[in-house]
């Protein structure tokens, strides 16, 4: 079971990246899936998530209007896009399943993460 986020990089201001979370070992199409950053010297925090039945629940107000996840069942992957980057939203950005159709905000009830994916937006 294995989870392997990818997609990072350095962006400008205003700039767009999209992150992949791939799996392997298991199908994601009933499981939740999480998407948390942690930008240095702060704790982490989730950012958004989709649920098993493909509904998506903010955690971050800050990221709402800008960020939207999405599934590919066939391809075992959830891709989170991000638009209209700003230098707030660098950080090392991390997805996470857990064994259930709903999500939660606390990263202490996932099951399997990706390693993360370091997000620049910088001029």
């Known amino acids: 079971v294995q989870l392997q986020a990818s997609g990072g990089g350095l962006v400008q201001p205003g700039g767009s990246l999209r992150l992949s979370c791939a799996a392997s070992?298991?199908?994601?199409?009933?499981?939740?899936v999480g998407w948390f950053r942690q930008a240095p010297g702060k704790e982490r925090e989730g950012v958004l998530c989709i649920s098993g039945s493909g509904g998506t629940v903010y955690y971050a107000a800050s990221v709402k209007g800008r960020f939207t996840i999405s599934k590919d069942n066939a391809k075992n992957t959830v891709y989170l896009q991000m638009n209209s980057l700003k230098p707030e939203d660098t950080a090392v950005y991390y997805c996470a399943t857990r064994k259930t159709y709903s999500c939660s905000v606390y990263g202490t009830r996932y099951d399997y993460w990706g390693q993360g994916t370091q997000v620049t937006v910088s001029s």
């Open positions: 070992g298991f199908t994601l199409d009933s499981y939740a």
